[in-house]
């Protein structure tokens, strides 16, 4: 028979009434009340209290600690999602963890998300078929499934989300995109939510964007100390289009976010028009892009130009009229960071001439390119060891990479779910322009010509794949799953 949760108070009576209950410990902040301290020694177990006085940075530390381990709330004590309350002028919406007065769905629906923020998710799936409901949640890159159940009201489950988000509840045929702007034990997480009608109701997606995650430094996301170097530089040149390039959630907009970190100096001005807003910089003008009203990322860049900008960040080059601008940018002395969705960093040179840039304006104005991806990191509690056998040998020879004596593959046990993995890793294939590279551009030279001159084989993304699989962060079966392997 497992043991008993620890004693609690409810979360949003502990923060309103600056009193924490954790187990035999009561941990009062300097707004605490007469009535939670009462509340707190009632709901005490019995036996001697330990009794804590904090500053107001100490308790909201001791709060999110206390219940962000997803232990505020008992299993019997129910959890509430909401949007912020527009109506009052507040800007904090009720927390995932106030407790709940409500229907059946609404806690279904909550517990849902809250599921799925706990668990670091980047998308839930809220998917009607012919047998029910079916919700997933994508956890380092992999959909699992979380529920799949028959008697569950799909209509009003779907309406609930439609609701929370903004939506027009009332058109089921057309697709619709809103957001929800929610809390969890204080720490704030933004939806972007997309509705798709379907043969038995409508499909929602959720983004789950973590905004108090913050912004990771160089060091943390996987970068060789050249590659540092090589980003720190790109990042203090005073013109020029640096790009980012990769498929959708390989970690382009955190990369284009250090660097604008590493921009950012008060003699500065800095500027981005984004799809999403996905975190908060400070110090940074940031403008939503709005294609419904004509604020496309064209019509955003050529906005940001008359604001006397020295940095500009594009979310994403998506036509011919963006990658003109950009380069118009570059041209007049700015330096321009963006994506783009290219398969590698010479890819993005192909791509700029497959939007319409000549190749004399792509030679002028591209400094450099990051090409990147997110591998699965081995479980460090089950991962195996062996010898590497000889396909597994093969690629690391045809990358001119020192074979290793033994590599490790995924096992999976109960602390990784499983799966063999937990948590990824970053690999980076980056190419600064030189005067080779950029007299190849401006007279049309063919792909494979330009990847000679830029890379070697180790610096492909393959390359740095094997080289963490050498360093024993994750599988050859994994590098090959993301990346592939062309010799």
């Known amino acids: ?7 609690r108070l409810p979360f949003a009576f502990a923060r ?11 941990i009062a902040g300097p707004g605490a009340t007469s009535l939670g301290l009462r509340e707190a020694q009632r ?3 019995p036996g001697p209290l330990h009794f804590e006085q904090e500053t107001v940075a100490g308790f909201e530390a001791a709060l999110t600690r206390s219940y962000q381990s997803g232990q505020g709330a008992g299993d019997g004590e129910d959890l509430t999602f909401d949007l912020e309350d527009g109506t009052t002028g507040s ?4 927390d995932l963890l106030d407790e709940a007065e409500d229907a059946p769905v609404i806690q279904l ?5 809250k599921r799925a923020v706990s668990s670091g998710a980047s998308d839930l799936h809220v998917e009607p078929y012919e047998g029910g ?7 380092d890159g992999f959909l699992q499934t979380v529920m799949d159940r028959s008697d569950v009201p799909v209509k009003r489950v779907v309406s609930r989300l439609k609701v929370m988000a903004g939506l027009d509840i009332a058109e089921t045929r057309l697709p619709q995109d809103g957001r929800i702007p929610l809390s969890l034990g204080g720490r704030g997480i933004d939806t972007r939510v997309s509705s798709l009608p379907g043969n038995y109701g409508e499909r929602i997606v959720l983004r789950i964007l973590d905004r108090s995650s913050g912004l990771m430094p160089l060091s943390e996301l996987g970068l060789s100390a050249a590659q540092q170097t090589l980003l720190e530089r790109l990042s203090a040149l005073p013109n020029g289009i640096i790009l980012a390039t990769g498929p959708t959630g390989s970690g382009k907009t955190t990369t284009l976010y250090s660097l604008l970190k590493l921009a950012n100096r008060d003699e500065r001005n800095i500027v981005t028009v984004e799809d999403p807003i996905e975190y908060d910089l400070p110090g940074i003008s940031q403008s939503q ?5 004509g604020m496309t990322f064209a019509a955003g860049l050529r906005a940001t130009l008359r604001q006397d900008p020295d940095v500009i960040l594009v979310g994403e080059i998506r036509d011919g009229e963006t990658a003109s601008t950009a380069a118009q940018a570059a041209l007049t002395g700015h330096l321009v960071f963006s994506s783009l969705h290219a398969n590698g960093s010479i890819g993005a040179v192909v791509r700029l001439r497959d939007l319409g840039l000549d190749n004399f304006l792509i030679a002028a104005t591209l400094r450099g390119v990051i090409a990147q991806r997110l591998l699965r990191r081995l479980c460090p509690d089950c991962k195996s060891p062996h010898a590497p056998t000889a396909s597994e040998a093969r690629h690391f020879e045809n990358h001119g990479l020192p074979l290793p004596l033994e590599i490790f593959d995924a096992t999976g046990c109960e602390a990784c779910g499983n799966s063999g993995y937990s948590g990824r890793i970053g690999i980076f294939e980056m190419i600064e322009v030189g005067e080779a590279l950029r007299e190849a551009i401006d007279r049309g030279a063919a792909e494979s010509e330009m990847k000679s001159l830029a890379l070697s084989s180790d610096e492909t993304l393959v390359g740095q794949g094997l080289t963490q699989v050498t360093a024993g962060e994750t599988s050859v079966s994994e590098t090959l799953r993301v990346v592939g392997d062309v010799a």
């Open 43 to 45: 709901r005490a177990p």
């Open 289 to 293: 892009i709005n294609a419904e009203i």
């Open 16 to 26: 309103d009434n600056q009193v924490i209950l954790d187990g035999a410990r009561i």
């Open 1 to 7: 028979m497992s043991s008993a949760a620890p004693a």
């Open 109 to 113: 629906v909550n517990s849902l998300l």
């Open 133 to 139: 409901l079916r919700a997933r949640m994508r956890v």
């Open 91 to 94: 800007t904090r919406g009720r």
